[in-house]
T-cell receptor, first 114, second 111 residues
Framework: ETGVTQSPTHLIKTRGQQVTLRCSSQSGHNTVSWYQQALGQGPQFIFQYYREEENGRGNFPPRFSGLQFPNYSSELNVNALELDDSALYLC?????????????FGEGSWLTVV | DQQVKQNSPSLSVQEGRISILNCDYTNSMFDYFLWYKKYPAEGPTFLISISSIKDKNEDGRFTVFLNKSAKHLSLHIVPSQPGDSAVYFCAATSGTYKYIFGTGTRLKVLA
């Protein structure tokens, strides 16, 4: 167990709706990254937050947005949901901004868009 | 453009034998690599990492080998156990904020 917790674990949304996924990072970890894992694929980087600021972003449209709070927990928001957004959304936490870091994943949130 | 490739989608190995999982990469700037194991309905679990300044790293039954000239790394599991049955992902970074993952190899260890 990594100490990274995510909620909800499963949810179903309708196309066009909005969703918020939540993540509590491992104790002592101040950096949070979000990944999307579609069926049969590896995780794909969405963005990273460090000290409440977006620190980097992958190839995802602006309707994917996030927040990090002073306690280092984080949210991923997706607006105008599309069918292709159906995936496992993974939160990963790490310590600081070292050049390389091991990231530790939570259990993920399964999103189905119908 | 798949910068990290795991060309074997699945692998079956007898219990007690060696499992070898392979990973190739194309970006010569990658200099830190990790392996993760994923069971169904769980998030990926960190297994082992290697920096490009090394060519081998061991942790118990798990050893990772890095061949920089071939842009290839492999994970060896010896001896393989039924509990090792999972999907294994390799990931790479060039020291930026993101990791690039392969598509995974499903390992099945047969009792």
């Amino acid at each position: 167990e990594t100490g990274v917790t995510q909620s909800p674990t499963h949810l179903i949304k309708t196309r066009g709706q909005q969703v918020t996924l939540r993540c509590s990072s491992q104790s002592g970890h101040n950096t949070v990254s979000w990944y999307q894992q579609a069926l049969g694929q590896g995780p794909q980087f969405i963005f990273q937050y460090y000290r409440e600021e977006e620190n980097g972003r992958g190839n995802f449209p602006p309707r994917f947005s996030g927040l990090q709070f002073p306690n280092y927990s984080s949210e991923l928001n997706v607006n105008a949901l599309e069918l292709d957004d159906s995936a496992l959304y993974l939160c990963a936490s790490s310590v600081g901004q070292a050049r390389v870091n091991t990231i530790y994943f939570g259990e993920g949130s399964w999103l189905t868009v119908v | 453009d798949q910068q990290v490739k795991q060309n074997s989608p699945s692998l079956s190995v007898q219990e007690g034998r060696i499992s070898i999982l392979n990973c190739d990469y194309t970006n010569s700037m990658f200099d830190y690599f990790l392996w993760y194991k994923k069971y169904p309905a769980e998030g990926p679990t960190f297994l082992i990492s290697i920096s490009s300044i090394k060519d081998k790293n061991e942790d118990g039954r798990f050893t990772v080998f890095l061949n920089k000239s071939a842009k290839h790394l492999s994970l060896h599991i010896v001896p393989s156990q039924p509990g090792d049955s999972a999907v294994y992902f390799c990931a790479a970074t060039s020291g930026t904020y993101k990791y690039i993952f392969g598509t995974g190899t499903r390992l099945k260890v047969l009792a």
